[in-house]
């Protein structure tokens, strides 16, 4: 067997055991407990030093948040209905206002009243590092995400896919009309206005049944969302005990809390991003295991923040190194760890992948089919095969 398939084949047994053994894998679940103290272990019998597991408190639910912005939204529209007074139509505007304010706050991971409100729940990260043969001149942090999401009926389906990309901008939308019109109508007496929040109200109240209907759904088994992530990392972590960096030291961040608002990335660059500086590389592996394998030129939720461009440049030249491999690029669908590392200014690159289009198979992203039986093992070998090229032009450099 060549060292390749070897890789190839660790990465699947890990792939296997997270999905299958431990199974879905929530945030702040038990089982993503066990799934943290999995990879602690394989990265102690691999030889990482200075293995720990990191504990913060999380989000045990991504929907809630939501929840709490689209009722309050939906309040200040009953308010005006039940009573015509332009001090309610301002209550009004402040309650649509608030809602609009904690939706974008929530999708780009700042601090929020929705936050303050819910309770919180315990998580880990998983760290380590790797040191070069020589004295250490770049940093990179492998990073890959531990939890798995729940498997609403809005990610069953292309169409589905694209109605949720719909949802997400009408709700937020809505109560950005409502907080304007509502204003307008307590500033200048306007009573007609509450007839505006008919429709804002209707897109906020199908947003809310979504969120609660979400939160009801089972956890995804994760195999390719996210367990291919960890477990090419892993294969790599394994190269990298054979064939180290020269002067590329190697940090380790397995996070929790992906799914719910990448709290375990905020968590780990709360700790150590200013150790490890502003020109490490942050390369995150988020479902690999399915598909081509592209990078994401820009991330994020509502507001898309563009991949920096040193992260780009070392993607292009690691892709122009493999020339029998085909690297695509894409604007993300929804957000990665990565986008919480480009946000403060950093160097920071997510490789996934996927299918080309026009093809008949599916993503299986967040849904109970995403199972051991659709990972390709030749996406687990051209995803290890980049994320390895790419550390050889970080070194070189």
């Known amino acids: 067997m060549s060292s390749d398939d070897h890789y190839q084949q660790q990465a699947i047994a890990h ?38 597991l990191e504990p913060y408190l999380g989000a045990p639910s991504t929907y809630r948040p939501y929840v709490l912005a689209f009722i309050a939204a939906l309040l200040g529209t009953i308010g005006v209905w039940l009573v015509d007074t332009r001090w309610m139509m301002a209550l009004a505007a402040a309650l649509s206002a608030l809602g609009a304010w904690g939706m974008l706050a929530e999708t780009d991971f700042a601090t929020n009243w929705m936050r303050w409100l819910l309770p919180k729940g315990r998580s880990h990260n998983v760290v380590g590092v790797l040191p070069p043969s020589g004295s250490v001149r770049h940093r990179v942090v492998l990073c890959a995400h531990l939890d798995t999401h729940r498997t609403p009926i809005f990610y069953s389906s292309k169409a589905w896919h694209t109605l949720f990309g719909l949802l997400v901008a ?68 394994e190269r990298l005990r054979h064939e180290p960096l020269t002067h590329t030291e190697v940090c380790l961040a397995f996070t929790g809390c992906e799914e719910a608002a990448a709290y375990g990335m905020v968590s780990f660059l709360n700790r150590h991003a200013a150790e490890l500086g502003q020109e490490a590389v942050y390369l995150i592996l988020d479902q ?39 690297i695509g690029e894409h604007v993300g669908i929804a957000y990665t760890d990565a986008a919480v590392a480009t946000k403060r200014g950093l160097i920071a690159l997510s490789i996934d992948a996927l299918p080309p289009p026009g093809a008949s198979e599916a993503m299986h992203w967040h849904q109970m089919s995403d199972t051991m039986d659709h990972i390709d093992p030749q996406s687990l070998a051209d995803a290890h095969a980049f994320a390895w090229q790419i550390l050889q032009e970080i070194d070189r450099s």
């Not at 055991?17 to 943290?36: F, Y």
């Not at 907080?179 to 009573?191: H, R």
């Open 170 to 237: 009408a709700a937020f939308v809505s109560m950005g009309i409502g907080a304007v019109g509502y204003g307008l109508g307590a500033i200048l007496g306007w009573g007609w206005v509450r007839w505006l929040g008919v429709p804002t109200a209707a897109m906020e109240l199908f947003a809310l049944v979504m969120c609660l209907h979400a939160d009801r759904t089972p956890f995804s088994p994760g195999a390719n969302d996210n367990a291919s992530g960890v477990g090419v990392t892993l294969g790599l972590v």
């Open 288 to 326: 690999v295991g399915l598909g081509q394998v592209m990078v994401l030129t820009a991330d994020g939720l509502i507001l898309k923040r563009k991949t920096h461009p040193r992260a780009l440049e070392l993607a292009r030249r690691a892709a122009a190194a493999l020339p029998g491999r085909t």
């Open 15 to 52: 792939i296997r055991h997270l999905s299958v053994e431990i199974g879905g894998r929530g945030s702040c679940t038990a089982a993503e407990r066990q799934a943290a103290e999995y990879v602690a272990e394989q990265m102690h019998l691999l030889g990482v030093q200075d293995v720990r």
